[in-house]
């Protein structure tokens, strides 16, 4: 096997942005090979090479890192679609994917860890006993296969959150922990966002920030406040969707007649690569140094946010040429445009 890259991710952030891009369960589930509902990652055994593919777009795409699909691999969802005896091979071969991919390109491999739906602030002593025994297996498995870095996401609670940057500073790791935001203004264990971000990096964590849940447009605003109370690396991973002050998460967008869209009919809400580039170029303004994107994602997006951070990717080589579309493009005869005008209405 070829050898590991060089630069970790603290190496990388010193000089520059990092690129991230996430979203796999909700891409996976759109191809066909994940069920919306569990959202459990069975793809990593059922089908691998889908998986495979996908990281391989986003590497073309300009990622900086293969985050390996560990996402809602770990024992209490496994349970859920009677899969338990899976998550030791389930966990492993989603790390070893991942290292393929990378190597392929220059990019990093990140474990990843997520809220597990077992920690309960009211009987704080046993519940955290038992998520970091899920965080601990899970992370073991992915050390032996070969991690750069640990991503710890969604974290609903900063409880939680601090049992995971535990577990991963244990294993002398460079540790990404970010929030979930699916309430107004505070974790569900009633810490002010920016506040809970500032704890993290004040016990150790490398890079903070907020991933999953909000758009750009509600997500930039908290993640300001971050850039300001926070003097460590920071990381901003928004889904690709039109939330707004009425509606800041995705969780909450509604479509006309107030049905619940979340999570398989959010398409009307969907963000164009334009205004995803436009987020990134933003991000970077404001001193973002993990610019991503999580549930929702897709390589076109990612591949939009790298050109706008002015890089020129492996898929590049396809970006549009519009002036070459035969009925928009810039050498269509004015009277052909004047029908397609008419005909437009
Ligand atoms: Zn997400």
């Given at each position: 096997?070829?050898?590991?890259?060089?630069?970790?991710?603290?190496?990388?952030?010193?000089?520059?942005?990092?690129?991230?891009?996430?979203?796999?369960?909700?891409?996976?589930?759109?191809?066909?090979?994940?069920?919306?509902?569990?959202?459990?990652?069975?793809?990593?055994?059922?089908?691998?090479?889908?998986?495979?593919?996908?990281?391989?777009?986003?590497?073309?795409?300009?990622?900086?890192?293969?985050?390996?699909?560990?996402?809602?691999?770990?024992?209490?969802?496994?349970?859920?679609?009677?899969?338990?005896?899976?998550?030791?091979?389930?966990?492993?071969?989603?790390?070893?994917?991942?290292?393929?991919?990378?190597?392929?390109?220059?990019?990093?491999?990140?474990?990843?860890?997520?809220?597990?739906?077992?920690?309960?602030?009211?009987?704080?002593?046993?519940?955290?006993?038992?998520?970091?025994?899920?965080?601990?297996?899970?992370?073991?498995?992915?050390?032996?296969?070969?991690?750069?870095?640990?991503?710890?996401?969604?974290?609903?609670?900063?409880?939680?959150?601090?049992?995971?940057?535990?577990?991963?500073?244990?294993?002398?790791?460079?540790?990404?922990?970010?929030?979930?935001?699916?309430?107004?203004?505070?974790?569900?264990?009633?810490?002010?966002?920016?506040?809970?971000?500032k704890i993290l990096a004040d016990h150790g964590a490398d890079i903070v920030g907020m991933n999953c849940d909000r758009g750009?447009?509600?997500?930039?605003?908290?993640?300001?406040?971050?850039?300001?109370?926070?003097?460590?690396?920071?990381?901003?991973?928004?889904?690709?969707?039109?939330?707004?002050?009425?509606?800041?998460?995705?969780?909450?967008?509604?479509?006309?007649?107030?049905?619940?869209?979340?999570?398989?009919?959010?398409?009307?809400?969907?963000?164009?690569?334009?205004?995803?580039?436009?987020?990134?170029?933003?991000?970077?303004?404001?001193?973002?140094?993990?610019?991503?994107?999580?549930?929702?994602g897709g390589p076109h997006y990612v591949r939009a946010m790298a050109e706008a951070l002015g890089r020129t990717v492996p898929?590049?080589?396809?970006?549009?040429?519009?002036?070459?579309?035969?009925?928009?493009?810039?050498?269509?005869?004015?009277?052909?445009?004047?029908?397609?005008?008419?005909?437009?209405?």
């Amino acid at each position: 096997m070829p050898a590991r890259t060089t630069r970790g991710i603290l190496d990388r952030l010193k000089s520059g942005v990092v690129l991230g891009a996430e979203g796999y369960v909700f891409e996976l589930e759109r191809r066909g090979y994940i069920k919306a509902g569990p959202y459990v990652p069975e793809v990593v055994l059922d089908s691998p090479d889908a998986l495979r593919e996908l990281h391989r777009e986003f590497l073309r795409a300009g990622a900086d890192v293969m985050v390996a699909l560990t996402y809602y691999a770990h024992r209490g969802k496994l349970k859920d679609v009677g899969r338990e005896n899976d998550l030791e091979a389930m966990n492993r071969q989603a790390v070893r994917i991942a290292n393929e991919v990378a190597r392929e390109g220059d990019a990093l491999v990140a474990g990843d860890i997520c809220n597990t739906w077992a920690y309960d602030p009211k009987n704080k002593d046993a519940s955290s006993r038992v998520v970091r025994a899920m965080y601990e297996e899970q992370l073991s498995w992915a050390v032996e296969e070969g991690i750069d870095f640990v991503i710890a996401e969604t974290n609903d609670y900063l409880g939680e959150a601090l049992i995971a940057l535990e577990v991963i500073k244990g294993l002398k790791l460079p540790a990404m922990v970010t929030l979930a935001s699916t309430r107004p203004h505070q974790t569900w264990d009633g810490y002010d966002y920016v506040d809970a971000c500032k704890i993290l990096a004040d016990h150790g964590a490398d890079i903070v920030g907020m991933n999953c849940d909000r758009g750009p447009a509600t997500m930039m605003p908290i993640i300001e406040q971050v850039r300001s109370r926070v003097s460590g690396y920071i990381a901003m991973q928004p889904v690709p969707y039109k939330t707004e002050a009425a509606m800041p998460t995705f969780e909450s967008l509604k479509s006309a007649d107030g049905t619940n869209i979340f999570p398989i009919a959010l398409e009307p809400f969907l963000c164009t690569r334009f205004e995803m580039a436009d987020y990134a170029r933003r991000a970077q303004a404001l001193g973002v140094n993990y610019i991503g994107i999580c549930c929702g994602g897709g390589p076109h997006y990612v591949r939009a946010m790298a050109e706008a951070l002015g890089r020129t990717v492996p898929a590049s080589k396809y970006s549009p040429a519009i002036e070459l579309h035969p009925m928009i493009g810039a050498q269509v005869e004015e009277k052909e445009k004047e029908f397609l005008v008419d005909w437009k209405g």
